[in-house]
T-cell receptor, first 117, second 117 residues
Framework: GAGVSQSPSNKVTEKGKDVELRCDPI?????LYWYRQSLGQGLEFLIY????????KSGLPSDRFSAERTGGSVSTLTIQRTQQEDSAVYLC???????????????FGDGTRLSIL | AQKITQTQPGMFVQEKEAVTLDCTYD???????LFWYKQPSSGEMIFLIY??????QNATEGRYSLNFQKARKSANLVISASQLGDSAMYFC??????????????FGTGTKLQVIP
């Protein structure tokens, strides 16, 4: 079956440009997460969507970052006026959620490698 | 405050030996879940094992076991009979459940494990 799909897989852009990163979660997964991973580092939480609830944006590093999730499925992470420190791999994950059901691991996409020149 | 702490940036283990990767966590929730993921150099995130806060027995999955000590808030991963293919980054993660389906997942900084032939 289809896993989590992210596009583009690689993005190179100039400082100051806006970028949009896309995530297609697994069908039926109501929880969707964005993380940022700098080279050799851990996963930094950015934002979490859960069904129709207001997203948890507590991890967004600045107001240049925003994300939306349309129709409870596809999500777009937008970074405005990119800076060199935004260079990283952006990972999207989805999972089943709702009533506590124990083991529900996140399924990750392959990530978008963003390079700001 | 750091919610998930992995104090070992890097570890070495001899092939066929067992190794323990440390993870401590901090939460005030009664209901939560703990995960371990493996990230090889290829970058994919691979789910290994899960432990629920109410699970009385330590989780096991093949060569992976989780040493869960709730009172100490630790969830160490034990890999038995290490193999060369176990060389990777290992991440501990916690899902906090606050009811209503809220299930934010945060990650530790990771431990880089290298298996020596």
């Amino acid at each position: 079956g289809a896993g989590v799909s992210q596009s583009p897989s690689n993005k190179v852009t100039e400082k100051g440009k806006d970028v949009e990163l896309r995530c297609d979660p697994i069908s039926g997964h109501t929880a969707l997460y964005w993380y940022r991973q700098s080279l050799g580092q851990g996963l930094e939480f950015l934002i979490y969507f859960q069904g129709n609830s207001a997203p948890d944006k507590s991890g967004l590093p600045s107001d240049r970052f925003s994300a939306e999730r349309t129709g409870g499925s596809v999500s777009t992470l937008t970074i405005q006026r990119t800076q060199q420190e935004d260079s990283a791999v952006y990972l999207c994950a989805s999972s089943l959620a709702g009533l506590w059901k124990g083991e529900q691991p996140q399924h990750f996409g392959d990530g978008t490698r963003l390079s700001i020149l | 405050a750091q919610k998930i702490t992995q104090t070992q940036p890097g570890m070495f283990v001899q092939e066929k030996e067992a190794v323990t990767l440390d993870c401590t966590y901090d939460t005030s929730d009664q209901s939560y879940g703990l995960f371990w993921y493996k990230q090889p150099s290829s970058g994919e995130m691979i789910f290994l094992i899960y432990q629920g806060s109410y699970d009385e027995q330590n989780a096991t999955e093949g060569r992976y076991s989780l040493n869960f000590q709730k009172a100490r808030k630790s969830a160490n991963l034990v890999i038995s009979a290490s193999q060369l293919g176990d060389s990777a980054m290992y991440f501990c993660a916690m899902r906090e459940g606050r009811g209503g389906g809220y299930q934010k997942v945060t990650f530790g900084t990771g431990t880089k494990l290298q298996v020596i032939p």
